[in-house]
C-alpha cells in the first residue's frame, strides 16, 4: 500500500483544515510563509523546517512553540533520550555496506551554517549529505510539486528507512522525540493541527510501528520495510510481517570520538534567510483535535538563539499533534 493511500484514509476523520484537500502540505505552506510556490521556495521551507529539528528554534516568525531539537538530551514518559551519538560518531550506527559503521554527520560546521540556513559548511562533508537527503526525503513526503526541478533535487537515497536506521537500535522513547520534536518544529511556524493530525496516525504506524508492513514511501519504488522503531518496547504493527526485519541489536561504541568538528547547538544568532510573507496558519497548542482559525500575519524572518533552559520534553503535547514528521505525507 502507498503511504498516500494510508494518510488519504486518515484524512477522512481529520478537522477539515484552511488548507484546500487538492493541494499538497508543502505546496500551501511555501505559499504561506514564501508567497510563491517555487522549486527554490519549496527547498527553503524544507531547509527551514528540518534545521529547526535539529538544533531547535532559530527564526522567526514563530508561534511561541519552543522545539530544544534533537540533539538536545529529552525525556519522554520518564525516559531519558539523547539521540546526539548517533549523530555525533559515538556509536556504529550507521548503514554503511549493510555493515554497523562509526560516521560523525556533525563535520560541516555543526550549527553554524545551519542558522544560515544552510545544511554545511562543506558540500564533502557527512552533514552535507545528511541534512541535504533529509530535505530531499521530507520534500518528497510533503508532496512538494516542484521537487526534481531546478532548485530542489528529488530524493535519490534509500526507499527503505529500515534499512537506513536499523543499526541504530532505536526504541519507543527515542523515536516518539524525534516524531516530537519535528512536529513542534512545524507548530513552532504556525502549522495547522488539522494537518498534523491528518498525518499523524500514518506516520505513526509506517515508521513508529515494530514489525510494520512494507510499505511504498517513495513512488515508483514499490513497497520497502519501513519501521524505524524495532526494539521490542515498540508497539507491535497490526498485520505484521516481521520477517521482513532481522533481530535488533545494539549498536556498540566507537572507540575514538571525532574531534575537531564543532558543535551542533547553536551559541550565536547568525544571519538570516529569505523574506517571509506570513506565518503558516494557525497555531499549535494542545491535541490534534483542536481547531485552528488564525490567519496568516505579516511577518519577517529574523535569526533568534535557541531555547536554552531545560531539556526537550514532548509529554505537554500530544503526540497525535506533534507526531508530525513535518506534516510529513503527501496528501
Do not use: W
Not at 556509536?91 to 554497523?100: G, Q, V
Not at 519535528?182 to 493541527?193: L, N, T
Amino acid at each position: 500500500m502507498r503511504f498516500s493511500t494510508i494518510a488519504v484514509a486518515a484524512a477522512a476523520t481529520a478537522v477539515n483544515a484552511q488548507r484546500p484537500m487538492d493541494m499538497p502540505i508543502c505546496d500551501y505552506y511555501t505559499t504561506a510563509l514564501l508567497k510563491n510556490n517555487t522549486a527554490e521556495n519549496q527547498a527553503t521551507l524544507l531547509t527551514l523546517l528540518v534545521n529547526t529539528v535539529v538544533i531547535g528554534n532559530y527564526t522567526m516568525p514563530n508561534v511561541g512553540v519552543s522545539v530544544p531539537g534533537i540533539l538536545k538530551e529529552g525525556e519522554v514518559d520518564g525516559t531519558k533520550v539523547n539521540l546526539a551519538p548517533y549523530f555525533n560518531g559515538g556509536l556504529a550506527s550507521t548503514n554503511r555496506n549493510n555493515k554497523a559503521t562509526c560516521v560523525n554527520f556533525l563535520d560541516g560546521g555543526g550549527a553554524e551554517p545551519l542558522m544560515k540556513n544552510m545544511p554545511a559548511n562543506n558540500d564533502k562533508s557527512n552533514q552535507h549529505f545528511l541534512l541535504t537527503h533529509l530535505y530531499q526525503f521530507f520534500g518528497t513526503l510533503l508532496g512538494c510539486s516542484k521537487q526534481g526541478m531546478s532548485g530542489f533535487d528529488a530524493y535519490m537515497g534509500s526507499p527503505s528507512m529500515y534499512k537506513v536506521h536499523k543499526f541504530m537500535n532505536l526504541g519507543k522513547a527515542e523515536m516518539d522525540y524525534f516524531i516530537g520534536q519535528v512536529g513542534m518544529a512545524a507548530a513552532s511556524f504556525g502549522a495547522d493541527q488539522a494537518d498534523i493530525a491528518v498525518v499523524a496516525k500514518a506516520l505513526d504506524n509506517t515508521f513508529n510501528m515494530r514489525c510494520s508492513a512494507p510499505a511504498e514511501v517513495i513512488k515508483g519504488e514499490g513497497p520497502q520495510a519501513q519501521a524505524i522503531c524495532i526494539q521490542q518496547d515498540c508497539s507491535e504493527a497490526e498485520n505484521a510481517q516481521c520477517d521482513a526485519y532481522e533481530e535488533a541489536v545494539a549498536p556498540g561504541k566507537c572507540s575514538m570520538m571525532p574531534t575537531g568538528t564543532g558543535g551542533m547547538m547553536p551559541t550565536g544568532t547568525g544571519s538570516m534567510m529569505p523574506t517571509m510573507t506570513g506565518s503558516m496558519t494557525g497555531s499549535m497548542t494542545g491535541s490534534a483535535t483542536d481547531s485552528a482559525t488564525d490567519s496568516p500575519t505579516s511577518t519577517n524572518p529574523t535569526a533568534t538563539a535557541p531555547p536554552t533552559t531545560g531539556a526537550g520534553n514532548v509529554n505537554s503535547f500530544g503526540l497525535a499533534a506533534v507526531i508530525a514528521a513535518a506534516a510529513a505525507y503527501a496528501l
